[in-house]
């Protein structure tokens, strides 16, 4: 059923179309929460394919939902990066978030100080690692035949991948997980300004130290970076350090979270995948796909036409990535998993100037999660009784996972 557009307190500008203006309901709304991916794929039935979302909790803002003009969107210099800012700061002590706050070409200069640490071939080398580190945290839990799955697995491994990317020790980890924690969490928002201090007075001491002792891990290749043959300024390496903290955590584990649900309630599909290791990367890939877990907000710079609808420069756009990796013109049957998929670019990860640095990496922790989880621990459960549940968060995934084997 399609949905009615719909008032709202929201100023929208006037050259948006009333019957373009709706209320999504995003992130907030009673479906949403009940199940986001249910509410993606019939996202498609309901809207047209570019319209206005005037929830009070975006503020208004264009949304696409075709994987089409995402891509466009994403790849179009007709759009900004700035004005979108995702997290917020204390402007006495502003530091810009690097490399995500930045448009072409400034951008690219700060992105080169990095991707070769996170190229294909560069995150190979570190298999083993991310291995060894799956294998010990299993082993902490496979005899009790139960774990939550978020605490005691896909929090801890990619804190721990994290640190070592860094170069930061590995004792560190469960001060980082209840960082991140907090960060994200809306419930403990109060204590944020206190959690943002303990991280600046770490990692700016970290910092001082990879100034003077360089190693090979990337809070140092920041650190020694050039942009125009100029060290970066002091709020420029921590707004690059404490981006990748906020960037590579905790997307990782919602992925997971999400991904270790459906395998626990679909236990044939499950050893369908155990029976086609071969099969690891499209299966993966397939998982990723139906398992987006944010968004790309970006702003006009100029006034643009697409689909028939005029937008105005200084209008905001948000690419709903997760219900684009739906388009039912670009993947048949968008609902069903299925693992031998003609292969076509999801969106998960994003697309154009700004796609995901650790996109690579992220597939790896969680290829070798899924390879280690499956050998030893093939038949699990949800616990009996369990509700899955989501709250409110820019990174989507279930709150808790209670598992049984
Ligand atoms: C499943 C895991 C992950 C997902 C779904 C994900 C998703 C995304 C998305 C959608 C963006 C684009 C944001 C935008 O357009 O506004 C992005 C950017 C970025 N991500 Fe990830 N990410 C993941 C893991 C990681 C990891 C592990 C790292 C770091 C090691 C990382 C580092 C970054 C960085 C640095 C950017 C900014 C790139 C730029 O502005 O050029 N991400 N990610």
């Known amino acids: 059923m399609a949905a009615s557009p719909a008032q709202s307190d929201v100023k929208v500008p006037d050259h948006v179309p009333s019957d373009l203006v709706f209320r999504l309901g995003h992130i907030v709304g009673p479906e949403f929460l009940s199940d986001p991916y249910e509410f993606y794929p019939s996202l498609h039935e309901k809207y047209p394919?570019?319209?206005?979302?005037?929830?009070?909790?975006?503020g208004g803002t264009w949304v696409t939902i075709?994987?089409?003009?995402?891509?466009?969107?994403?790849r179009s210099s007709d759009f900004t990066i700035q004005n979108g800012s995702i997290f917020p700061r204390d402007p006495e002590d502003f530091f810009p978030l690097i490399p995500v706050e930045f448009d072409p070409p400034e951008h690219r200069k700060y992105r080169n100080i990095l991707d070769p640490m996170l190229s294909p071939k560069a995150v190979l080398e570190l298999s083993n690692d991310i291995r060894a580190l799956a294998n010990e945290l299993i082993d902490e839990f496979i005899d009790k035949g139960e774990c939550e799955f978020t605490t005691d697995f896909a929090r801890p491994l990619p804190v721990s991948v994290f640190l070592n990317l860094m170069g930061l020790p590995l004792d560190m980890r469960d001060t980082f997980v209840r960082w991140v924690v907090s960060l994200i969490s809306f419930a403990e928002r109060d204590k944020a300004v206190q959690i943002m201090a303990e991280i600046r007075e770490y990692l700016s001491s970290v910092i001082e130290e990879k100034r003077a002792n360089p190693d090979n891990g990337a809070?140092?290749?920041?650190?020694?970076?050039?942009?125009?043959?100029?060290?970066?300024?002091?709020?420029?390496?921590?707004?690059?350090?404490f981006f990748l903290?906020?960037?590579?955590?905790?997307?990782?584990?919602?992925?997971?979270?999400?991904?270790?649900?459906?395998?626990?309630?679909?236990?044939?599909?499950?050893?369908e995948m155990i029976a086609e290791p071969e099969n690891i990367d499209s299966q993966l890939e397939e998982l990723l796909r139906y398992y987006?877990?944010?968004?790309?907000?970006?702003?006009?710079?100029?006034d643009l036409e697409m689909n028939g609808v005029q937008m105005k420069a200084g209008d905001r756009f948000m690419c709903i990535l997760p219900a684009c990796n739906y388009d039912p013109d670009v993947y048949e049957n968008p609902r069903e998993v299925d693992f031998?998929?003609?292969?076509?670019?999801?969106?998960?990860?994003?697309?154009?100037?700004?796609?995901?640095?650790g996109g690579h990496l992220a597939r790896l922790e969680?290829?070798?999660?899924?390879q280690e989880w499956l050998r030893r621990i093939p038949e699990f459960d949800l616990k009996p009784g369990t509700q899955i549940s989501y709250l409110p968060s820019g990174v989507i995934g279930p709150a808790s996972v209670p598992l049984v084997w």
């Open 49 to 58: 394919p570019l319209f206005y979302d005037a929830d009070t909790m975006v």
């Open 66 to 74: 075709k994987h089409a003009d995402a891509l466009k969107a994403l």
């Open 219 to 241: 809070i140092s290749r920041i650190v020694h970076g050039t942009v125009d043959g100029e060290p970066l300024g002091e709020q420029e390496v921590y707004g690059f350090v």
């Open 245 to 271: 903290f906020i960037a590579g955590i905790d997307t990782v584990y919602a992925a997971m979270n999400n991904i270790w649900v459906w395998l626990a309630r679909n236990p044939e599909r499950r050893r």
């Open 292 to 302: 987006g877990v944010t968004f790309s907000g970006r702003t006009l710079v100029r």
């Open 340 to 357: 031998h998929r003609p292969r076509k670019p999801i969106l998960t990860f994003t697309g154009g100037v700004h796609a995901c640095m």
């Open 366 to 370: 969680i290829k070798i999660a899924l």
